[in-house]
């Protein structure tokens, strides 16, 4: 299919580090994924390969080159699109790397958005032998290495889409995940979302807020509801809002257009699906402008998520290595029925009393010829009728109750044969209690026992959590019980996936001795099988047999342990007992699809006939590369297996590693020759395996070599056997720059930050020309070593060997503003390089910035103008704050100059944001300062009817000082031009009020400890460099403090203030701006 597309650029060739970025409420780390940070607003048609499943009733079509998403869903009974269909694809900053779409059905795992959500991946398309067909999709992820699948069939006479999903982790530690199927739904006055009848609570993000529903009485999203308004309408939700709803015992959630009577439903079985969420932009200017960014004629949506083993964001599940975890979804389109009362794959009912009567209406999604529905209660039955139901129209009928209740019914809807489809039972209306929010761990030294210091460490863990570290609780509590079981093997397997494996070894060590301190056979054998693991990561194969054998006396790792220990029999060539071995890991696991290639490998070498349980296993997992390469093998024919890889370098280099760890050295070999040649980790990996299955250590030298003569663009190795590798490679070919910039690159992502520095220093003594390496030591220099002069050598040198890379720019911006160079002299070094800074948003914007605090308005105002600017979603507020700046600047200046009509003309635009910001306003956005010096124009200008009206305007707002954290805080210092609209009303002492309560804020928090918002949901800093928190806290309370003096006629202690954050910071507009008020006295117009 030809679909309009709106153009990236090329992802960065930069690794990115962003180790405090905070993501849907979890880490926003994203290396090894390449960032794509510029979107070039070009629209040009471009081709897909699209996968279409049509049946009588529906017709949909699938993208696996975009995440293999649902594209569009058609209900052809009315044409309805029951997903909504972006006619374009017209990606805005949103996903974790970067380019996200809306629209359609995405699948988010393993984390929400999906890092692969822009990207292509495995699929095969199945026809069956019932009529049905069924597309394949599914990937393993790159960060993480655990695999997904989704299969998605149609059936021949069922309107609705089934998804099978089927989540495994092939890694050799326990791994996260969460699953959150989002569909997309077109939205207007007349939509409603369809929550349970049950639902009576919503959640935020990390549960950190809590509202009723559907109607909200309280503050949610800092917008007030206390009136009493129904959430679940999008037409009443004015603020980007997400909620999640708080237990159900219901299968559905859904969506219903009362204009058009006809919407979408998710069912899925509410034990496991337990997540049932509503995310909009909300119907203002806000979500206005993303709906711009992200359709051209489209129109809103929102995004009714559907959660599987997990019920908000975040909120992750454990998965152990071998494990597989399964669900079925159900999407379908109904009409006819309105507010849902329950529903299941089969049908959806709506039963609801008026009055007397009730009032029924019943959709089917199949044809069920002869279909009953009887209502019943104590005394009998109450109403019956016999009736023809199918896709094409719902049934709609109104009988009488009988002065029954209709909670004393049940009405149940049977096929011809008696068999039911569905039993419905109304819920009694009665108050339920709301929940509390969550709240955050206490610090290490305040958890109470050993067990929560635990259980706070294995949460931080499971979360993700961007802030708070999982290694300070076991510490703390290793601290206090050096030899804890649980503590002990936790921190070694913390070192484990470090890499750490030598050190990891004595915390399993003494894990065990406490599990043996009265018995030689404990409950779980979980530490000797970590304990061996780590062993065969050092090459210690015998001592790592012995303890992985011990593993197999308890059945929680004897599938594992089996599987290892028929790895080791394999590569000693003892095959027959190989084979025994893995037979007994299938006992335990009959879908751990490690296993199953290791038995279809062994029964190859052993002669065996593989061909019925090569088919079975594929049947299983129709996308396992491993065993796609067994049946490409056996049939002599590679095309399809070629076509299954992708011809993506990482998925051969997967494949191969686990080949050699079952001791098939010259099949891994065979893999990778079959790859792309061109990456450097092919080469590396190919090494390795030859000298450590060959023994062929000249022919493994010059593959190292062969590898350093490649492009390092987008080599981010990450895995725990690439580490391996590149360290092999160092050792044997110490020389090979590339090789210790590719082993730092993977060190410092593991947050073994002083060895990856050695490893970047030596990679820039060996080849000082390669610019990245000299950029990743300045990261390393800033946020481990604090050494601010010396990142920006590295740095500078950095941009002085490419001064083509906008992104090292960025980055040297960024450490002058932090050495405070002045904004004069950061503006000159960048227009040096205005075709670089006009490749990238924040560039070009930080440029502005330069402009604004130089009072170059005029120039600031014409380049934002100049531009559409593509935000980061949570990074809203930075071209719109330029924006206003530079118009109130140029109509100070205006009104120095006596022409008030400019001035009032400047500062009106102010109150309106043109769609090339890219950026709309919300309803709480303070206007204070405009309409503070919109007061002034008018006065000047002899209006002073109108200068009140403005005053008055601009004397309310904010109600108190608070920190500025995220796009949705309005800048304290609103509070300040409340105090100077009030006196020029000559209300003097709410004035001194508003400025008393800045002086108070400052003075009161000035010495607090800054500590990360625990739930904090979206941080889209993609600054590398870790910020000076506790000094930006400062200089905050510093200038809110200043600005209070200042109000208060304190002007000398104010300009002291100022003057100290601008030495520190020069960029500081804020306080820059307030310097020329103590300097210039503008303030005192308003005093008598």
Known sequence: VVIPTYETGAPDVNPMFFERRVYQGSSGKVYPLPVTETLLGKKEPKSYTAVFLENKYLKIMLLPELGGRIQRAIDKTNGYDFVYYNQVVKPALV?????????????????????????????????????????????????????????????????????????????????????????????????????????????????????????????????????GVDISRYKNIQVPTSYMAYQSKYDFIGNYDEGIQAGLLHIADHHISVGKKQWTWGNGDFGQAWDRNLTDEDGPYIELMTGVYTDNQPDFTWLAPHEEKTFTQYFMPYKEVGRVTDANENVVVRYEQDGENAQLSVYAAQSYPNASITVTCADGTRWHRQVDLAPERALTETFPLGGIPIEDTVLTVAKENGLPLIKVMVERHEDKPVPEPATPLPPPSQVKSIEELYLAATHLIQYRHASSSAADYYLEGLRRDPDDARLNDGWGRHLYRQGRFEESLLFFDRAIERLQWKNPNPESCKPFLHRGLALLMLDRTDEAYDSIFKAVWSSDTQNVAWYWLACLASRKNRLTQALEFVENALVYNTHDMKSRLLKTMLLRRTGGDRHEWISESLHIDPLDLGLAYEAAVLSDDLVAWKKLMRGDSRNYRLLAFRYAEMGEGETALKILEAGPSDHPMTWYAKGWIIDTHRNDREEALACYRHAETLSSAYCFPNTLEELIVLEHATQLNPDGSYAHYYLGNLLYDAKRHEEALRSWQRSASLNAEFATVHRNLAIAYHNQRHDLEAAFSAISRAQQLDDQDPRILLERDQMAERLAHTPLDRLTFLDRHQSVVAKRDDLFLRRIMLLNCLKRSEEAYAAIMSRSFHPWEGGEGLVSGQYVLSLVTMAQHALDMHDCNTAIDLLKRTLTWPANLGEGRLPQTQDNIACHHLGIAYSRSGDDEQARQWWQRASTGLEKPAPNHYYHDQPSDTIFYQGLALLRLGRRDEASKRFNLLVSYGRKHQFDEVKPDFFAVSLPE???????????????????????????????????????????????????????????????EARP
């Open 95 to 227: 996903g974790l790397a970067g380019p996200w779409i809306s629209g359609g059905i995405e699948f988010n795992w393993p984390q929400h958005h999906r890092p692969s959500t822009f990207l292509p991946i495995e699929y095969h398309i199945e026809e069956n032998e019932d009529g049905s067909a069924t597309l394949f999709i599914g990937e393993t992820d790159v960060m993480y290495g655990t695999k997904g699948m989704a299969a998605i069939t149609l059936y021949p006479e069922r309107a609705y889409i089934e998804i099978k999903g089927r989540l495994y982790n092939p890694t050799t530690m326990d791994q996260t995940f969460l699953w959150w199927a989002n569909p997309a739904v077109a939205v207007n006055e007349n939509t409603f979302s369809v929550f349970p009848p049950d639902v009576h609570a919503v959640m935020d993000h990390g549960k950190r807020a809590v509202s009723t529903f559907p109607i909200a009485t309280g503050e949610y999203y800092k917008f007030d509801y206390s009136a």
């Open 1022 to 1084: 993609t600054s590398v460099y870790h910020n000076d928190e506790a000094q930006l806290h400062l200089h905050h309370c510093h200038y809110l403090l200043a600005l209070g003096n200042l109000g208060l006629g304190n002007v000398v202690e104010a300009e002291a203030l100022l003057s100290k954050i601008v030495a520190e910071n020069p960029s500081h507009q804020g306080a820059l701006t307030a310097l020329e008020l103590c300097r210039e006295g503008i303030n005192r």
